[in-house]
């Protein structure tokens, strides 16, 4: 079985920074994609950011210059720093991996969610 964790979540104020982390276990052969999703009150899922086993990355226009996605693969871990935070980046933020596990196929996989806040 396969889990994602996500977290670093919390309350900030704007122009402030955090970083969020998600760490895969489980029998992991190999992770391909690992991508950050947010979804805000009355939103939609959307797509923050993305990076490759390879390290080719991807953001969404609103946050880039601001938020930074990298990863360690041999910790199996994922990272989103973010800073110059606004009120409207407040959102539940989500892991999203496809993951290899030993003897078994592909999975595409979500962690539980991380709230982040940005507020006077």
């Known amino acids: 079985q396969v889990q994602l964790v996500e977290s670093g979540g919390g309350l900030v104020q704007p122009g402030g920074s955090l970083r969020l982390s998600c760490a895969a276990s489980?029998?992991?052969?190999?992770?391909?994609?690992m991508d950050w999703y947010r979804q805000a009150p009355g939103k939609q899922r959307e797509l923050v950011a993305g990076i490759t086993r390879g390290g080719s990355i991807s953001y969404a226009d609103s946050v880039k210059g601001r938020f930074t996605i990298s990863r360690d693969n041999a910790k199996n871990t994922a990272y989103l720093q973010m800073n110059s935070l606004k009120p409207e980046d407040t959102a539940v933020y989500y892991c999203?991996?496809?993951?290899?596990?030993?003897?078994?196929?592909?999975?595409?996989?979500w962690g539980q969610g991380t709230q982040v806040t940005v507020s006077t």
């Open positions: 999203y991996a496809e993951v290899l596990p030993h003897y078994s196929s592909l999975l595409r996989t």
């Open positions: 489980g029998s992991i052969s190999s992770i391909y994609a």
